[in-house]
């Protein structure tokens, strides 16, 4: 071989690395936690964390078991970015961003906060209800509730003239469609 093709060699090898080490990087960890009420410090560790919100007491996963489950969900090209307490209606989730190696955003994933579950995001639950629409109606803001013991994305179906027709209700962990 010459030293052209070693050069090469030695470059692509190095790029290859590179891309290796982004892939695998951490985002920077944040320990400031917020619910709607009040904030609530949780340190990033795995151990499990109790809680007590308006006399109701439960316990939660932590933010770092939460990024844990998150990342059985993501691909190659993107990173786990932070993890925030927060609420979908009625049930605590942890918040984790999506980002590009690039730094861009992408979109959450939601863990349900007590169950450890991935919750699918509203967006997809719109995506998943519009396979069923057909023309002269749109589809409203989903909201996050319980149907039948299952947590479910209702997303309103409305005409175009904005009268109210059914809703379409989507299993939040597994993204079926129920009706």
Do not use: C, H
């Amino acid at each position: 071989m010459d030293k052209k093709s070693i050069m090469i060699i030695i470059i692509i090898l190095g790029v290859a690395a590179a891309g290796v080490i982004l892939a695998t990087m951490e985002s920077p960890q944040q320990n400031d936690i917020t619910v709607n009420i009040t904030p609530i410090i949780i340190k990033n560790d795995t151990i499990n964390t109790t809680i007590n919100e308006t006399n109701k007491t439960s316990t939660i996963i932590s933010a770092a078991r939460a990024k844990e489950i998150a990342n059985q969900f993501i691909g190659m090209g993107v990173y786990l970015g932070s993890a925030k307490l927060s609420r979908l209606n009625q049930t605590l989730v942890w918040n984790i961003s999506i980002y590009t190696t690039q730094g861009l955003y992408v979109q959450p994933i939601y863990i349900d906060a007590q169950t450890g579950r991935k919750i699918i995001n509203p967006e997809e639950a719109t995506q998943i209800a519009e396979q069923s629409t057909g023309l002269g109606v749109y589809l409203g803001t989903p909201t996050l509730k319980k149907v039948n013991n299952i947590q479910v994305w209702e997303v309103p179906v409305y005409t175009i003239q904005g009268k109210y027709v059914d809703s379409f209700y989507i299993n939040a962990q597994t993204g079926a469609k129920i009706k």
